[in-house]
């Protein structure tokens, strides 16, 4: 049973040869299928799935997380408990697997092509002169280090994370780049855009607070 | 930049709003995502024994604020270890 074996235990069961270790790839499957199942089970998104769609789904998922643990196993650096560290991979795999099949439809035109900030909305809620001002030198500030400062790609990106919250790793896909080198390029805009407003004297907390 | 454009002004405003709550996060040094999933257990962990992210590790719970894909995943990991909600989610 999963709950009596040391960190230990497991990696040397996983690494071993015959039933010892089918023993473990078993009790890790089940483990993580179970949890794999409650989880996706409290999913808005996956509500109108059946039980027995939802229990194969965990099923596959756990599959794929076991050899992809398997894989990794040398890994384990010990700093959680194992079944904490599986159970970690297990739900990178599930979800990422989730993002994918929701985005895997929408082309980087459509992700992008839509979702400039405009301004004129400032005019529409009801404003001390004070806050209206504000808010008018966060939004020209913003585009004009967008349109001057930012490149197309920056632009695009962070609009594509603005407005439509695509995932990194489906936004990389679409932009022939990795999650990592994405993620450079995100937050070097965030930063030009936090140090411009700065320099205007703007904390982004106190624009927040204008929203109540 | 195109000022005229299909977004209603609530987008505008949800946008902004996103922005901003990003930029109130925004460090100089930020972890990857990559480097947050290397550390995603032991947070899952300390957080089960009562003790914040923030204390411990706060570039993670800075970037589990910044980033809803980990914070989703940090979530359902959570989740799938039988702990309850957390705090540390992000905003956008
Ligand atoms: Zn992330």
Redo the contacts between chains.
């Keep these: 049973m999963t709950g009596e074996r040391s960190n230990e235990a497991w990696v040397a069961d996983l690494q071993a040869e015959g039933p010892r270790r089918e023993a473990a790839v078993r009790d890790l499957l089940v483990w993580l299928e179970r ?2 199942f ?2 996706l089970r ?1 999913r808005s998104d996956l509500r109108d799935l059946s039980e027995d769609e939802l229990a194969q789904m965990a099923a596959d998922f756990a599959q794929e997380s076991v050899l992809i643990i398997l894989e990794k196993l040398d890994q384990f650096k010990g ?3 194992f079944t ?2 599986a ?2 991979i ?3 795999q ?2 990422g697997e989730l ?1 994918r099949a929701r985005w895997r439809d929408v082309s980087l035109e459509a992700l992008t092509a ?8 400032l005019l ?1 809620d009801p404003l001390t002169p004070e806050e209206a001002s504000l808010r008018r030198a ?2 020209d500030t ?2 004009d280090v ?2 001057t400062e930012l490149s197309e790609r920056q ?1 695009r990106a ?2 594509a ?3 439509q ?1 695509v ?3 489906v936004l990389a896909e679409q932009m022939n780049t990795n ?2 080198a994405l ?2 390029l995100l ?1 070097d805009a ?2 030009r ?2 140090v411009r ?1 700065q320099e205007r004297g703007i ?3 106190e ?2 607070a204008t ?1 109540g | 930049m195109d000022m005229h454009n299909a977004l209603p002004p609530s987008e505008h405003q949800a946008t902004l709003t996103r922005l901003l709550h990003m930029l109130a996060v925004t460090e100089e040094r930020e972890l990857s995502c990559e480097e947050v999933f290397e550390l995603v257990d032991y947070c899952a962990e300390l957080q089960s024994a009562g003790i914040a992210v923030q204390d411990v590790l706060p570039a993670v719970a800075n970037h589990l604020r910044l980033c809803a894909d980990c914070a989703d995943e940090y979530r359902a990991l959570l989740r799938c270890l039988g702990m309850a909600g957390d705090e540390t989610t992000a905003t956008a």
Excluded: C
Aim: aromatic share 10%; charged share 25%.
């Design positions: 949890r794999l409650f989880y409290e700093h959680s408990k904490t560290w159970t970690k297990a739900v990178h599930a979800l993002r839509e979702g400039q900030l405009d301004p004129t909305f529409s966060v939004v913003v585009m967008m349109n632009r962070l609009m994370r603005l407005v919250e995932p990194i790793e999650p990592n993620y450079k937050h965030r930063k855009l936090k407003l904390s982004p907390e624009v927040l929203f």
